[in-house]
């Protein structure tokens, strides 16, 4: 499977200063990643929310004294897992460092969630405990006796900032704004009691490099979401390709501001910001809400900011505000896209409203997430989703497992210690995405006479919905639960603002059945991005000999006249 002249056009594309291989066992895990940013960047601001800024020393403190409680307030042991379902916010960063020292592993929880998807991610990862965000503890009663979580910590939005604004903010978000439900949940302790603990108990744990850090939970063809195990020298792979290959835009150490409007418990924004840029001794500017763009856009105006991340979406939204034309790009370095394409006339806009043009670049939820990105030394091609990162080959191959000539299209597969152990549980879903190192992505790419690849295709049923994946099988099942509804299949089809919504096709039990009421039934069953954004009805829908609905043929087909 080597190919020399692929690697030769690599290596020849690769910016000038970067190195194209990185030492995945520079640390022993996560824990020295942390501690040794802690060391020397100490007296820099790591984290920014709200106008409150935590150092790297704070940052310290605080997640040690939440890994001495873990260690010695509750029955959590090594190996164990925890949920966290949070925004970005700073206790999030907090929760996530601490359960790391703590040895424990983390399973990241989209506080978007319905109950039913909380309490599936619950009980497949074994999860013990949870960190929770108030706003959401509501959901949590309601599956919490059906699952093995012994341990409930709660915070409020408030809760590291000083007196009295801590309090302030804290009754204007339950009482004024109305955004925590009533639960009650007896045993649950709050998270600033659990910051009570003596950091002179604290045990460092034995990690090691193969042991499991997150369960990071991605979707798939078939069945419901799974976890994909990311050791801690997957993370670290990751972060090291990602700290070289920023190199390319003059990124120095100690000195860098970076948007995080994505989400930390999403893999691009937790490699990309949470880890490589604290090892970069940067700080991180947490936006909670980016839907609320003016909201957004203002926090970024108070600081000099020269990184950004994000999704398509987010920058066609931030474009399209007034107030971004009165942001101050002068220190802007790079900017990074992910999750999902990137469309040319948001990059060209972008290019021109900040001197800059956006680097995409790609990956998956199974490679911890970076395979491929775009040169960040202004060498990017439009359209393209790069070369391969440091350390990373990346071949295209036909059906039969053959490697396709340069310029034919094929399936993307990708080898390097960022690829996951496999499947949490799964060995036969594993079995089928992993062959002697090589991840199967199910994407369909070319690469071009530069070395540089395009995904054409997508091989998989999975559907992208703003850089999140949603599993047919999955809004199917909800669906079908509807007693009128007879058959349904679920596909993506494209869309301006998402790259892709869902639709569904469903051939009805009861003729009374109407649109309104399938989006109303799945409302409360799934979150937002999952929501069948189209619904057609039909008389039949397409099966193979053994009666398989064929998804492919909805997609290929046109459009039915039955409403």
Not at 61 to 86: C, E, H, P, W
Not at 104 to 121: G, K, S
Not at 354 to 365: D, Q, S
Not at 470 to 495: F, Q, R, W
């Amino acid at each position: 499977m080597t190919n020399t002249t692929n690697h030769f056009i690599w290596q020849q594309k690769y910016p000038k200063g970067i190195n194209p291989t990185i030492n995945a066992d520079e640390y022993s895990s996560l824990l020295d990643v942390l501690e040794q940013a802690i060391q020397q960047y100490r007296n820099n601001t790591a984290y920014i929310h709200m106008g409150v800024e935590l150092s790297y020393q704070e940052i310290d403190r605080l997640s040690l004294q939440f890994a001495t409680y873990l260690q010695t307030k509750t029955n959590l042991k090594a190996g164990d897992r925890i949920a966290i379902q949070m925004p970005n916010i700073m206790q999030y960063v907090v929760a996530l460092f601490g359960a790391l020292r703590a040895g424990l592993v983390i399973v990241n929880t989209n506080p978007l969630y319905t109950p039913r998807e909380m309490e599936h991610q619950f009980n497949d990862s074994g999860a013990k405990a949870i960190v929770i965000l108030a706003n959401f503890a509501h959901l949590l009663e309601k599956v919490l006796p059906a699952t093995q979580i012994e341990t409930v910590i709660i915070t409020e939005i408030g809760d590291l900032m000083s007196f009295p604004r801590r309090q302030l903010t804290n009754i204007a978000v339950k009482y004024l704004k109305k955004l925590v439900p009533p639960y009650h949940i007896p045993k649950a302790i709050s998270f600033r009691q659990a910051l009570g603990a003596r950091t002179e108990d604290y045990q460092r744990p034995a990690v090691k490099s193969s042991d499991i850090a997150f369960l990071q939970y991605t979707g798939g063809t078939t069945g419901v979401s799974k976890g994909a195990m990311l050791t801690h020298r997957n993370m670290i792979a990751n972060m090291l390709q990602i700290k070289e290959w920023v190199k390319g835009a003059d990124i120095q150490e100690g000195v860098e501001t970076i948007v995080t409007a994505l989400p930390l418990y999403h893999i691009f924004s937790l490699t990309v910001n949470c880890f490589a840029f604290f090892a970069y001794g940067g700080r991180n500017l947490l936006i909670t809400n980016p839907r609320d763009m003016k909201g957004f856009l203002a926090e970024m105006a108070a600081y000099d900011f020269t990184v950004i991340t994000g999704v398509n979406t987010l920058f066609n939204g931030m474009l399209n505000q007034p107030e971004f034309k009165t942001l101050n790009f002068k220190n802007l370095k790079t900017t990074v896209a992910g999750g999902m394409a990137l469309q040319s006339s948001v990059n060209a806009r972008w290019k021109e409203m900040t001197g800059k043009a956006i680097c995409e670049g790609f990956g998956l939820t199974e490679s911890s997430p970076v395979l491929c990105c775009n040169p960040t030394n202004g060498t990017a091609q439009d359209g393209t989703i790069g070369i391969p990162v440091p350390s990373t080959e990346v071949r295209i191959f036909n059906d039969e497992g053959i490697e396709v000539p340069q310029g034919e299209r094929g399936e993307l597969w990708a080898k390097g210690p960022q690829i996951m152990a496999g499947y949490w549980q799964r060995p036969d879903e594993t079995k089928e995405v992993l062959e002697n190192g090589w991840l199967k992505t199910g994407d369909i790419a070319i690469m071009n006479s530069d070395g540089f690849f395009k995904i054409v295709d997508r091989k998989k049923d999975m559907i992208l919905v703003s850089g999140f994946n949603v599993y047919p099988n999955e809004v199917e099942d909800v669906v079908a639960a509807h007693p009128k509804v007879l058959e349904v299949a679920a596909i993506g089809v494209p869309d301006d603002k998402s790259t892709e919504a869902v639709k569904v096709f469903i051939v009805k039990k009861d003729d009374s059945l109407t649109e309104i009421e399938i989006k109303e039934f799945c409302k409360d069953k799934m979150t937002g991005y999952k929501l069948p954004k189209h619904v057609e009805f039909r008389q039949e829908l397409p099966k193979s000999n053994v009666g398989k609905i064929l998804r492919r043929m909805l997609k290929d087909k046109p459009p039915s006249k039955d409403k």
